[in-house]
């Protein structure tokens, strides 16, 4: 069996899970943002973030993820505040792939050499992980040819092939083929089972029932309701969820 241990450089790194989130708020130009009293993400699983535009979703994992300061607030990584050393253990799939000008096995090498495999074991992993997402006769195209669907599937395989302790994705099928969808759900669903934690932004309900192990609506850069998915689904407990699930338009 080939060795799909951590890159060196990842296990001489400590974990950043569990991650938590404390007394977190954001205001712009006089509107509430993000105001999330605590938010603990650790274990396994996948969790799904669900709500109406502008509730505050994708703000808040920039915020978890230490790409935005909060006005207030402030966010740990396993005890300790994001650091750049330790991002070789954490990974974020924008709505828009963003690839480098270089092939598609090319773009998946440089995120593993990146944190530290060599050489040879970043084209073997790359190789493999294209495989998986369809994009193995692909692999010496240049990235700036790729198609919407098979941009997002290089851009999801990259991440997933570093083995981060918990990838964020901010609406990765938005837009997407069915073909595409169904390929990037199966690749978060294994991820998922194999013991990544995901955290993942969907306007699908449909897709967020499928997927997750349990849903967070945000409502006015709150976190409304946590729950397990068959509950939220079944029983919403506030009536901004019960709305929202109903096709509802929320003020």
Known sequence: MPDDRPSAVQQATRPILPLTGSGLFVRRKGRVLLDVEEIVVGGRGTSVLVGPNGAGKSLLLHVLAGLNQPDRGRVL???????RDRYCRFAMVLQSAVLLRRSTLANVEFALRAVGHPAAEATRRAQRVLDEAGLSKLSGASARVLSGGERQRLALARALATQPDILFLDEPTSSLDPASV????????????????????????????????DILFMHHGRIVERAPTDQFFDSPQSSEAADFIAGKLLI
């Open 77 to 83: 990584w396993n005890g300790a505040p994001p650091a």
């Open 182 to 213: 169904l390929v990037i759900e199966k690749m978060v669903q294994a991820a998922s089972a194999g013991g990544m934690r995901i955290v993942l932004i969907a306007h699908d309900l449909a897709q967020a029932r499928r997927i997750s192990d």
